[in-house]
């Protein structure tokens, strides 16, 4: 079982930036594929980005590619999400996720240990 644990979520105005971290442990990290779900108030969960063991493939959901990045440091066992320009849209609980196999995925039921979220919270 891997444990996660994210830190950095807070309130921004719009337009400001944050950077999410996510502290892996547990596991052999350097092995998973690593990603960032949110949930906003009466939504469903959603894809946010998601990157390879190598961290040299990431994906993104449209709605924040350009505005979004998620790396991973293998030797500290961490991954982030970097966060610019952001949009009261963007307001929700972010959680780092694990995935179950070596490919990344948008589908939450292909991640099988996840963070206890962090509040990300922008005002306009």
């Known amino acids: 079982q891997v444990q996660l644990v994210e830190s950095g979520g807070g309130l921004v105005q719009a337009g400001g930036s944050l950077r999410l971290s996510c502290a892996a442990s547990?596991?052999?990290?350097?092995?998973?594929?690593m990603g960032w779900f949110r949930q906003a108030p009466g939504k469903e969960r959603e894809f946010v980005a998601a990157?390879?063991?190598?961290?040299?493939?990431?994906k993104y959901a449209d709605s924040v590619k350009g505005r979004f990045t998620i790396s991973r440091d293998n030797a500290k066992n961490m991954v982030y999400l970097q966060m610019n320009n952001l949009k009261s849209e963007d307001t929700a609980v972010y959680y780092c996720?694990?995935?179950?196999?070596?490919?990344?995925?948008?589908?939450?039921?292909?991640?099988?240990?996840w963070g206890q979220g962090t509040q990300v919270t922008v005002s306009s």
């Open positions: 996720v694990k995935a179950i196999g070596a490919v990344v995925t948008t589908s939450w039921s292909r991640y099988d240990n």
């Open positions: 547990g596991g052999t990290f350097s092995r998973y594929v």
């Open positions: 990157t390879t063991a190598s961290g040299n493939t990431t």
